[in-house]
């Protein structure tokens, strides 16, 4: 399953219930989370974490960000959209 967070305070919820093998794309504001840990938590541990490369440029955030994140820009945004079938988006 691919959770898709657009917000910060979104992300509480999403990782309450995504599970361990699941991917999370941080895009718009939900990317300044890649650069906390204290917002990230053990996501990055048990989740793939990854956040839309043009948002981080956007925000100045994207040299911030936490180990275990990886960045994708809209074409890989669309490949994880399309390998994953069940997706959630988090608002």
Known sequence: MLHIVNKT??????????QPGHAVLLIEDGVLAATRADLLGDAAASLKVYALQPDLAARGVAGRLQPGITTVDYAGFVEL??????????L
Do not use: G
């Open 81 to 90: 959209v399309a390998t994953h079938p069940n997706n959630q988006s988090w």
């Open 9 to 18: 305070a979104s992300l509480d919820v999403c990782r309450r219930f995504a």
